[in-house]
């Protein structure tokens, strides 16, 4: 069997390390192709070097752009290389513009589609991840659910019969990566001078929370005036829009700092006193790293987090500031996510899918 993977945002990097390992151990022929999308090296090349995964057999290149121009840059590129590799599968990984022009691409050419995180929903339509997420569930013919409440969402879409609960691939990567970081303290927090618990980890880089000025200030403004330093790891985004709009990222109890590798963000969350992120997959982590998350939106994919207590959604100046600073959740042993083997799952899926 031929799995072809198609990536190209820094989350897509870390859904995929655990499905190259898993292909390998299982002897399936997997190809690598890389849309481009993220190409600063600390968003893309630092993952592959410390998860361990295969350079990209393709590279398209494409780059930053409009939604329409990037997604039709990569359709218009994906082609060719699928009719080239002409795989058993095509294999898309969660809500990028990445994800939807390799669906689009492989449904019109003819090539089994299955999709990674499939079935997740915040039903808010002005998201561009929610378009892509819907758009790639009804053009895949696997939907690889990653918990109950996906496959919910599937079945209410009429999409039961292609989809299938895996787990999420996310706890594969983080369970291994957190064991291997827990003994060691980090130089990083060493030299901004922060002490275990002793601060907040924050990250915001969506576009309705960084483009308007008003809404990016009053969100630095709650953070800068938080009861603990706040690390606020910064996307290239985030900073380009700061700069343009004159406020200052290191006011207050704020330390910015450069994008971190993934071993370096799981270690710096694990000691933290807590998360503010507007990133999905952070929110899952630091439940999973037992670490209280607020998360600047006013909605989430990943609603068992909330329910469980570990994760509260705060938007305005006062909310967030209150979620922060909000006494410890009660302890939980829900594993909402999975037993950490969904890759091996997923791999077992497409063979049965391929043989069939
Ligand atoms: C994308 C995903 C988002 C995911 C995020 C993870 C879509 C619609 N969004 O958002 O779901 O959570 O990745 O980080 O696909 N830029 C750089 N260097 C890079 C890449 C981007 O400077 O290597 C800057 C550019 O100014 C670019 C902007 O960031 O225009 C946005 O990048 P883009 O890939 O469009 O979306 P993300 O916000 O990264």
């Not at 496959?151 to 983080?174: F, K, Q």
């Not at 570990?310 to 938007?315: K, P, R, S």
Request: glycine letters at 8%.
């Amino acid at each position: 069997m031929k799995v072809l993977s198609v990536v190209g945002a820094r989350p897509q990097f870390v859904k995929l390390a655990p499905i190259a390992r898993a292909a390998d151990a299982a002897g399936v022929e997997h190809v690598i192709v890389h849309t481009g999308q993220h190409y600063d090296p600390m968003l893309s090349d630092v993952f592959f070097d410390d998860l361990r995964i295969p350079a990209p057999d393709v590279h398209l290149g494409v780059g930053s752009g409009s939604h329409g121009v990037q997604t039709g840059a990569m359709l218009g590129a994906l082609d060719a290389v699928l009719s080239e590799h002409d795989p058993d599968w095509v294999l898309v990984y969660g809500d990028t513009n990445s994800t939807l022009a390799a669906a689009v691409s492989a449904v019109k050419l003819h090539y089994p589609v299955a999709h990674l995180e499939a079935g997740l929903r915040s039903f808010n339509r002005r998201m561009p991840e929610e378009h892509n997420r819907v758009l790639t569930d009804h053009a895949a013919d696997l939907c690889l659910a990653p918990t109950r409440v996906a496959l919910e969402h599937l079945a209410a879409e009429g999409l039961s019969e292609r989809s299938v609960v895996v787990g999420d691939v996310m706890t594969d990567v983080l369970l291994g990566v957190r064991d291997a970081v827990t003994d060691e303290f980090p130089q990083l927090l060493l030299d901004a001078g922060l002490r275990e618990h002793g601060y907040y980890l924050a990250t915001i880089h969506r576009a309705e929370n960084t483009d308007d000025p008003a809404r990016l200030r009053s969100i630095v403004e709650s953070l800068s005036g938080l009861d603990r330093p706040v690390l606020i790891v910064a996307h290239p985004r985030l900073v380009a829009k700061a700069a343009e709009h004159g406020i200052d990222l290191s006011t207050g109890t704020l330390v910015p700092h450069r994008p971190l590798r993934y071993p370096e963000l799981v270690s710096v969350a694990l000691r933290s006193a807590g998360v503010v992120t507007d990133s999905g997959g952070l929110q899952k982590e630091a439940f999973l790293l037992g670490v209280p998350c607020t998360t600047v939106r006013s909605e989430t994919e990943w609603v068992e987090t909330v329910e469980l207590g570990w994760n509260v959604l705060a938007e305005t100046h006062e909310a967030i500031a209150r979620a922060v600073q909000r006494p410890m959740p009660a302890p939980t042993d829900a594993q909402p996510y999975g037993d950490g083997r969904a890759a091996e799952r997923v791999i077992e899926v497409l063979l049965e899918g391929a043989r069939a």
